[in-house]
């Protein structure tokens, strides 16, 4: 059965900390992996990563994907309130998304 | 151009009832998505519409759920005789060419059932 296992599950920081979330698959037939952000409504979209060692970068947010291990890595540097959020991990198999079940994370000021 | 709309947003139904739960995509956009959040989960694959068409709907579950795209009209997923067990919030994605990984998700309904 494919899934997507995120860790950790919630994590409490403190503005300008460095966070690093991470995401392993096992799907059958993967395409593409995706972060999202959640904030208590839509998820909205970060990265979509589909080859190994590439990094994305978007401000303070990164992003990178191995797929020889099958895994990913989401780093938020010098964090801030607003970062506080769910961070969903998905992976494209198919027609579908598989989702991990997040990362809760919460910055403290 | 509004994003994709879901409504209600919030919903409460007793054990029994239907539940209808609407979704409006995004201008131009013929695919849409759904997905089912139980609390403290991930969001799990419901079924993918195309307009009049089911092209997957490997995640529903097999009784009291249905759901469909009309030609006109709002994609509709349908819960018959809800249970408590149905409470979650429901997500509704749509995309313009069947592209699962450029879908923009609407807010939610969230559904919950006494």
């Known amino acids: 059965e494919d899934k997507v296992v995120q860790s950790p599950l919630s994590l409490v920081v403190h503005e300008g900390d460095t966070v690093t979330l991470n995401c392993s698959y096992e799907?059958?037939?993967?395409?593409?992996l995706l972060w999202y952000k959640q904030e208590k409504k839509a998820p909205t979209f970060l990265f979509m990563l589909?080859?190994?060692?590439i990094e994305k970068k978007s401000g303070r947010l990164s992003s990178i994907l191995d797929k020889k291990e099958l895994f990913s890595i989401l780093n938020i540097t010098a964090t801030q309130t607003g970062d506080s959020a769910v961070y969903l991990c998905?992976?494209?198999?198919?027609?579908?998304?598989?989702f991990g079940a997040g990362t809760i994370l919460r910055v403290k000021s | 151009n509004a994003g994709v709309m879901q409504n209600p947003r919030h919903l409460v139904r007793r054990r029994g009832q239907e539940a209808r739960l609407r979704c409006s995509p995004m201008?131009?956009?013929?695919?849409v998505y759904w997905y089912r959040q139980l609390p403290e989960e991930g969001l799990k694959f419901m079924v993918y519409?195309?307009?009049?068409?089911?092209?997957?709907e490997s995640g529903m579950p097999k009784e009291r759920f249905s759901a469909e795209f009309p030609k006109e009209g709002p994609s509709i997923l349908r819960i018959q005789q809800v249970v408590r067990g149905d409470s979650a919030a429901y997500f509704c994605?749509?995309?313009?060419?069947?592209?699962?990984?450029?879908?923009?998700f609407g807010q939610g309904t969230r559904l919950t059932v006494v």
């Open positions: 519409l195309q307009k009049e068409n089911i092209i997957d």
């Open positions: 201008k131009g956009h013929s695919h």
């Open positions: 799907v059958t037939n993967f395409r593409s």
């Open positions: 998905a992976v494209e198999d198919g027609n579908k998304l598989v």
């Open positions: 589909t080859s190994s060692g």
């Open positions: 994605a749509s995309s313009a060419f069947g592209s699962n990984t450029e879908a923009f």
